[in-house]
């Protein structure tokens, strides 16, 4: 069960509307890495869990949380829009920018109005929607939710690192403080869901139940053990072998990383097997012929 309070968790308006910064937050809603997407991440990882209730219980609180998120940015997308131009004079249409000073209209607005996403007058009334900043719809694939916990919490690592990112690069691209203000909250929220998955991760994998590789529960004999730390130089030169992963004892302490700088190919020439007659593929050679120049009759014959 939820329940919505009509408060919101921070908010500071903007001090002046910007309908081309309302179309630059929307990525912050219904982008990749957008609250949209971690919401529904956590949300399915918890309705998922088998595990721990703790773990449940952490994923869904956080999940709610960024259901709040979603509020506070449509609020400010709002505020943003407030008073958009939604027209341009006839008389401008040829140089719009030309047409609205000759006219006495803010060559500002017209500006704006080019600028702005469409959508948010056609579609949504001056409000937000569900989707990116270029329009794109939010989609379900976005979301991780694999129900084991140790990649889960690995991919929400990585959705709140790309997510704060486009937070701080959206913060730095206004000078209006109240927009400021509320990034700059959700910004430390990010720092902490970063903390969150990192103390997670490492709590998951004391705890026994999981550990790397994922899945940990794969018998090990099963893979070619051989090639499991190997790093394979596939570029020219070798910088990389300075690397962490090049040398010493491999991450999940089970074998020593090894530098392969000329790894060469374990497989042979690959040869397809040939298509079928009916599919009219081109073959490797050319098809047998009869006496009278005709084709052979393919091998199965359509029975109809």
């Not at 790397?212 to 070619?224: A, D, I, N």
Request: with cysteine.
């Amino acid at each position: 069960m939820f329940y919505h309070s009509k408060k919101l968790q921070y908010f500071k308006p903007p001090e002046k509307p910007d309908p081309v910064y309302a179309m630059k937050i929307q990525e912050l809603i219904g982008g990749t890495f957008g609250e949209m997407t971690v919401m529904m991440q956590y949300l399915f990882q918890g309705w998922n869990c088998r595990g721990p209730a703790k773990y449940r219980d952490m994923l869904l609180d956080v999940g709610t949380e960024e259901i709040g998120h979603i509020e506070m940015l449509a609020t400010t997308i709002a505020h943003l829009l407030d008073k958009a131009p939604v027209n341009i004079q006839e008389e401008g249409a040829t140089d719009a920018v030309v047409g609205a000073v000759m006219g006495g209209t803010n060559p500002r607005d017209v500006i704006m109005n080019a600028a702005m996403n469409p959508q948010h007058a056609i579609v949504s009334g001056l409000g937000a929607t569900p989707s990116d900043s270029v329009g794109y719809p939010w989609n379900g694939r976005f979301i991780v939710a694999s129900g084991n916990l140790l990649a889960d919490f690995r991919s929400n690592l990585h959705a709140e690192s790309q997510g704060r990112l486009q937070a701080v690069r959206l913060y730095e691209m206004t000078n209006d403080p109240g927009v400021k203000d509320t990034l700059s909250f959700m910004i430390a929220r990010d720092t902490m869901h970063q903390n969150l998955w990192l103390a997670a991760i490492e709590d998951l994998e004391q705890s026994g139940l999981e550990s790397t590789p994922v899945p940990s529960s794969f018998p090990l004999e099963l893979e070619k053990r051989e090639f499991a730390y190997q790093f394979w130089n596939h570029s020219e030169g070798n910088e990389s072998s300075q690397g962490r992963w090049a040398k010493g004892r491999s991450m999940d302490g089970r074998g020593e990383f090894e530098y392969i700088t000329n790894p060469q190919p374990l497989g042979p020439q690959p040869q397809p097997p040939q298509p079928e007659p009916q599919l009219h593929a081109t073959p490797q050679t050319r098809p047998e012929q009869q006496g009278d120049g005709s084709r052979k009759p393919p091998v199965v014959q359509h029975i109809g």
